[in-house]
């Protein structure tokens, strides 16, 4: 898992992997990591976390997930989203019970968003704002739902789905891993040749619009191309944020 800059090349079998993290243009601390790793049965994990809280206690949040992903034992067959959101709950715990210990890690958090590719199928975990889409047939897929209090309202009717994009609730955060109380979303799904899939933190997504992601991802261009150019788009429009991001291109036979 990376600790803040820097790249990641893999080929796994039929996959190409590559990961990529920049500081952006206006923070002074990397506060993302990311992950590629295959585990003893073979299958992919891969990883996003964004730290939150600020300074020293959203870095550390992000090491302490970074610590877990990395032992983690591989997940028993059928049972992939049940450990999975098992895995986010213990880690939820793990950091909140660090904070209650050190008064200087209070309100340390990360979000996470973790993928695991078994055979031919996706397995995933969500908890907070960043995101799992995939690429399939030209179109751009948004996998995760952004946990933030905007769409709590919109599920309570509160405000529409129009209002919420220009609502101050987008980018207030519903659920977080390291507060105690986290609520993981969990799903799998079937992979096809030639899907691509992308994991990024809001630094993408928040400074890139779809449209412009969608090209970008649809040009003909090697992976590491692909995943640099997103990030320079989202330095190019103010890189307001750490932007990180993980790609996994599947190439025949799965």
Request: proline residues 3%; contains cysteine.
């Amino acid at each position: 898992m990376n600790k803040g800059s820097g790249r990641t090349r893999l080929t796994i079998d039929n996959v190409d992997l590559y990961g990529s993290t920049h500081l952006g243009l206006i923070r002074k601390t990397n506060e993302d990591r990311y992950m590629i790793r295959q585990m003893e049965d073979k299958s992919i994990l891969m990883a996003v976390a964004d730290g939150l809280g600020g300074g020293v206690s959203s870095d550390y949040a992000a090491e302490i997930t970074k610590a877990k992903l990395v032992g983690i034992k591989p997940f028993t067959t059928g049972r992939e989203r049940q450990e999975l959101n098992q895995m986010a709950r213990d880690l939820d715990l793990i950091i909140s019970n660090k904070a209650e210990k050190y008064p200087e890690l209070e309100a340390m958090a990360t979000t996470l968003v973790c993928a695991i590719l078994k055979k031919d199928h996706i397995h995933w975990v969500n908890v907070g704002d960043s995101r799992l889409y995939v690429l399939r047939d030209r179109k751009l897929v948004q996998v995760t739902e952004d946990q933030t209090l905007a769409r709590f309202l919109v599920e309570e009717g509160e405000i529409t789905p129009e209002q919420a994009k220009e609502h101050y609730s987008i980018n207030v955060l519903d659920q977080c891993v390291g507060y105690g109380e986290c609520e993981p979303e969990t799903a799998t799904f079937e992979i096809r040749k030639n899907d691509v899939l992308i994991l990024s933190t809001d630094g993408l997504h928040k400074m890139v619009s779809p449209k412009t992601i969608l090209s970008i991802l649809n040009a003909a261009t090697p992976i590491e191309e692909k995943t640099e150019a997103l990030i320079r788009a989202a330095l190019d429009s103010g890189g307001k944020d750490n932007v990180t991001i993980v790609m996994a291109i599947i190439s025949p036979p799965l």
